[in-house]
């Protein structure tokens, strides 16, 4: 365990006075916020994530704002996904690459109209990138970090706290929409979305100033459902297959090793950028993929890629793990070469610790 | 006091192992990476370095590699100071802007020769702003990370140390000059720089695999003259006026604001990103600038933007603050509008623990 040490760089949220307040044990930083690791224990977290309902503070989860006549155009340069069907009032997993195909961020974009989008980022300056993107070709489009903080609600449940703050509306909300909802007199989107298995939602907190007004109405209105402040939880990330940028893919990657083949439409995503580089890993498949990984026996924290060996051989790396209390394994999330990326297939994996034993998995712990 | 949680994202650098044998207490996290903040106390480190030698992992002042045709023309693109009479073998100090002016980041730049460049960047991803106004204007150059990792020699001891190590040449280097000096048969970048006043080098470690050899070396040859791992440290940093990008400045502010108008020839840097928008600011100057600012009595961590206030008026707010021993004042950095930033003027900061006296200097803590 750490210490970190707090300054204005490391930017406090919306939220971060209700986290503060419920007893936060442990942080991370990303895109240079803080974001909640543990509250009570990661095990405790998991099991009541998956039993009951979690407000979670992911104000990290920056978001860009696209707006102008080139929006649309500049959305289908970003990402080799075909947005062409999408209609307003949908999000979509939008894998973003530069001109090599090498992922630069694993976005959810939100379609506000067609001249207006939400860019909901994970951890790497995304704007950046959009803002050269557009100096360079002059596009008219106005990108800016809009007064919009994410908080995610999460858990079986998630509708019945929502409901009594957002009215029964959001219960009809189908997965990966969105829609307006009002909170004490100001219009917010909620999209049924958010980084677990266990359904739920993320508010669009418009206005920093209603952040902490939200977060106390739904604690107040999640009492006797037994709501918790929660934030992603490790174990359960993992067992579902939660990919995280940074963590299990790169920019040294392309969406078809990290498993997002599904999400690419390089043929048809006219004018995205990095087409080229991706059409031929599109057309021969990737020689490294993403794989879930069974790991015999116990194991440190994963702070660093761990080596997958085949005897002498390096064959990939595990780079996020956890001990399943639910599935009474080591789950993790691994990238393994084709030669030994099947399903059965044993491996060593090289921990701090020593080795241990490491098996291909054909599916996540869901 | 925060825990941090750490993950692979948190990224370690070649020398952590180092940093963690010398019992380093708290982090930071810059540039997705880990960056030391105290060893002993921050008032304990802060005495050593200004009395002997300290070697600091920072690593975290990721570098940017530009090579190509067009590297010149790119980096003259980057930033409005007038890069024309550069020489290899030079260090810039350069404000990186957006088209509106803004601050991207307020890196090093090294000229390595007229078609290769590297930039010791601060805590932002321009790497992904190089990217996209290479691939937006299509210019002749490759852009990558290369592996290389600055670790810093800094105090007044300095030059002794590094003389056991790289050989008196060192000694010859003139502050912001680089030269290539041999270690263990690899030849690395040592330049006359550093994040502190205390004078000192910042060697560019050629090879993440040299990393911990070059720590042992500095640390066995430096044994009788007192050196110690150390890490920025925020006393010294802000009495001597150094500056932090996302502390003190961010993209809200121009060079101008940040006192940085002597780095900006916004006229003869022809060609530069965000000209227009600097042009008026470079004649009018700005309506809001950095000061240093003494606080009466004691205040907490400065973790958030301290509210700078006249009567109800707010006039300003403070981004860095610190107890400083040696000048028995509080010293911080703050951003004043110009009706209030004359030195002198008596202010009232407003912390988290209550209001305090603060008042306009004239000049830092050197």
């Known amino acids: 365990m750490a210490t970190l040490s707090l300054s204005r760089r490391v930017r406090r949220t919306p939220f971060s006075d209700g986290v503060e307040a419920a007893g936060v044990k442990g942080y991370t930083v990303y895109n240079r916020m803080l974001l909640a690791t543990v509250f009570r224990s990661v095990v405790e ?39 062409r069907d999408m209609q307003p009032g949908q999000c979509c997993y939008v894998p973003i690459v530069d001109e090599t195909g090498g992922m630069l961020n694993d976005p959810v974009a939100l379609k506000l109209a067609e001249d207006r989008w939400w860019i909901s980022i994970a951890d790497s300056d995304l704007l950046l990138w959009v ?24 858990g079986p449940k998630a509708d019945k706290l929502m409901a009594r703050i957002f009215g029964d509306g959001v219960r009809d909300l189908r997965f990966f929409r969105f829609d307006w ?43 006797d459902l037994d709501v918790h402040a929660g934030c992603p939880n490790l174990i359960e990330r993992i067992e579902g297959g939660l990919l995280s940028y940074g963590n299990d ?16 439409s390089t043929r048809t ?39 997958l060996m085949a ?35 044993a491996l060593t994996v090289v921990t701090p610790d020593g080795p241990r034993t490491a098996t291909v998995q054909d599916r996540f712990w869901t």
């Open 249 to 264: 893919m790169t920019r040294e990657n392309t969406p078809h090793e990290a498993g997002l083949g599904r999400f690419c």
């Open 269 to 307: 995503a006219i004018g995205c950028v990095g087409r080229d580089a991706l059409l031929r890993v599109a057309r021969e498949g990737p020689v490294q993929q993403i794989r879930p990984i069974a790991i015999a026996g116990d194991f440190p924290p994963c702070d660093r890629a761990w080596p």
């Open 45 to 83: 977290d998991y099991r009541h994530l998956k039993q009951a309902v979690q407000v979670w503070d992911v104000a990290c989860e920056r978001q860009i704002e696209i707006g102008g006549p080139n929006a649309a155009r500049l959305m289908q340069m970003l990402t080799p996904r075909d947005l």
């Open 181 to 223: 909802f009002d909170f004490q007199g100001t219009s917010m989107v909620v999209a049924r979305s958010g980084y677990s298995k266990q359904g739920g939602f993320e508010i669009y907190c418009n206005g920093a100033a209603n952040g902490m007004p939200l977060w106390h109405a739904l604690m107040e209105a999640g009492a």
């Open 311 to 345: 005897g002498e051989l390096r064959v990939g790396q595990v780079t996020s793990a956890a001990a399943s209390p639910d599935f009474d394994t080591g789950a993790a999330i691994g990238m393994v070469r084709m030669t030994h990326w099947n399903a059965g297939t």
């Open 131 to 154: 803002k050269g993107i557009v100096f360079g070709f002059r596009l008219d489009v106005l990108v800016d970090e809009p007064d919009v903080h994410p908080l995610a609600v999460q």
